[in-house]
T-cell receptor, first 112, second 115 residues
Framework: AQSVSQHNHHVILSEAASLELGCNYS??????LFWYVQYPGQHLQLLLK??????LVKGIKGFEAEFIKSKFSFNLRKPSVQWSDTAEYFC??????????FGRGTSLIVHP | DTGVSQDPRHKITKRGQNVTFRCDPI?????LYWYRQTLGQGPEFLTY????????KSRLLSDRFSAERPKGSFSTLEIQRTEQGDSAMYLC?????????????FGPGTRLTVL
């Protein structure tokens, strides 16, 4: 069965710190990758996605992620976080079907 | 608001009762997904529809779970003979027709508590 691992379950940062959230997936074939975010009290929403092409993907609010096929990784980064980035972040993959597999999520708290 | 809506937002029931949740997707979206999410976990896929056809249902958690999308618009998820372990957030999402990998738009979820 396909799986997605998010290694950091809880991250606490101060504003302006840099962020990197790890994500590893298991599917060995062509894969689509996503990061979703859930802000407090809001729905899950798409942050960014990778289908093909440039492995460095840029998303909303200054986030980016890099697809490294050899490492089965799709880590999320932001050079300088803001208090408003406090949220739950989920990595997901879709390989070989229309069925997404989500990681367990990373809770990010940014202190002002 | 033209997003995905779910009803009810909260449901408290007693063990053994049946519950039904409704999801209204974004109107032009032909794919509709159901997920379950428990505390500290990501969404867990249950089933999905393309129009009215249920294309994957093997991951429904047991035969007590069933879903329908009778006219390819709204969908219902029913849980029969609820158990305490069914307590969770049930999420619905929709996406457009097209290649695999379409962005999913999520609803607010229905939080089920089984006493």
């Amino acid at each position: 069965a396909q799986s997605v691992s998010q290694h950091n379950h809880h991250v606490i940062l101060s504003e302006a710190a840099s962020l990197e959230l790890g994500c590893n997936y298991s599917y060995g074939g062509t894969v689509n990758l996503f990061w979703y975010v859930q802000y407090p009290g809001q729905h899950l929403q798409l942050l960014l996605k990778y289908f093909s092409g440039d492995p460095l993907v840029k998303g909303i609010k200054g986030f980016e992620a890099e697809f490294i096929k050899s490492k089965f990784s799709f880590n999320l980064r932001k050079p300088s976080v803001q208090w408003s980035d406090t949220a739950e972040y989920f990595c997901a993959e879709e390989g070989g079907s229309y069925i997404p597999t989500f990681g367990r999520g990373t809770s990010l708290i940014v202190h002002p | 608001d033209t997003g995905v809506s779910q009803d009810p937002r909260h449901k408290i029931t007693k063990r053994g009762q049946n519950v039904t949740f409704r999801c209204d997707p974004i109107s032009e979206h032909n794919r509709l997904y159901w997920y379950r999410q428990t505390l500290g976990q990501g969404p867990e896929f249950l089933t999905y529809f393309q129009n009215e056809a249920q294309l994957e249902k093997s991951r429904l958690l047991s035969d007590r779970f069933s879903a329908e999308r009778p006219k390819g618009s709204f969908s219902t998820l029913e849980i029969q003979r609820t158990e305490q372990g069914d307590s969770a957030m049930y999420l619905c999402a929709s996406s457009t027709k097209g290649a695999m990998g379409g962005e999913q738009f999520f609803g607010p979820g229905t939080r089920l508590t089984v006493l």
